[in-house]
């Protein structure tokens, strides 16, 4: 089974609107970690944000949050006030402690901001 | 900041031939995770090593191999090289620190293997 599922491949988003990247996941644990990365079409993969299972609040990183949900396995990204600077590939991942030496990448949003 | 280096950065080999890539992570990181993304793939995990020990293995064909060494250092050997072999790789390092989840993985600007 799919361990993270991103359902979008690709979404447009107007410049200063807000936009959510979907991500759900897969795990019998109670203890995982979820991450998001960034790749620009330069290739490098960029961390953004970070959500560990007992978190009880969302997590946010400047113009990033996570809408964490646990019971229905989701953990969106939120990006507020997008730019033209935010177009780039979207990665959701997630460690489980009991195979703490893999981390399990989605298939990926392209994200296209439009000015 | 120091971050996760790799060399070469680029790599054009033909098929049959032998390539090694190469990852110095991040000083006082323990963990070292090798990937592979094909062209509009996402992230294949490959391999890890913890303390200089293989800790994981992913989908790393049998053609692969990988090891780290003691100033932790990380190579992943590619042999018959194949078309569909072609891809970015990635390295990867973090530090460990207890069983937890937590720990966020630093990449590296990753080797782009063309196979002619």
């Known amino acids: 089974a799919q361990k993270i599922t991103q359902t979008q491949p690709g979404m447009f988003v107007q410049e200063k609107e807000a936009v959510t990247l979907d991500c759900t996941y897969d795990t019998s644990d109670q203890s995982y970690g979820l991450f998001w990365y960034k790749q620009p079409s330069s290739g490098e993969m960029i961390f953004l944000i970070y959500?560990?299972?007992?978190?009880?609040q969302n997590a946010t990183e400047g113009r990033y949050s996570l809408n964490f949900q646990k019971a229905r396995k989701s953990a969106n990204l939120v990006i507020s006030a997008s730019q033209l600077g935010d177009s780039a590939m979207y990665f959701c991942?997630?460690?489980?402690?009991?195979?703490?030496?893999?981390?399990?990448f989605g298939s990926g949003t392209k994200l296209n901001v439009k000015p | 900041a120091a971050g996760v280096i790799q060399s070469p950065r680029h790599l054009i080999k033909e098929k049959r031939e032998t390539a090694t890539l190469k990852c110095y992570p991040i000083p006082r990181h323990d963990t070292v995770y090798w990937y592979q993304q094909g062209p509009g793939q996402d992230p294949q995990f490959l391999i890890s090593?913890?303390?200089?020990?293989?800790?994981d293995k992913g989908s790393i064909p049998d053609r692969f191999s990988a090891q780290q060494f003691s100033d932790y250092h990380s190579e992943l050997n590619m042999s018959s090289l194949e078309l569909g072999d072609s891809a970015l790789y990635f390295c990867?390092?973090?530090?460990?620190?207890?069983?937890?989840?937590?720990?966020?993985?630093?990449f590296g600007p990753g080797t782009r293997l063309t196979v002619l």
């Open positions: 990867a390092s973090s530090l460990r620190q207890g069983d937890r989840p937590y720990n966020e993985q630093f």
């Open positions: 090593f913890y303390e200089k020990m293989q800790s």
């Open positions: 991942a997630m460690r489980e402690v009991r195979n703490f030496n893999k981390f399990y």
């Open positions: 959500q560990g299972s007992y978190d009880e």
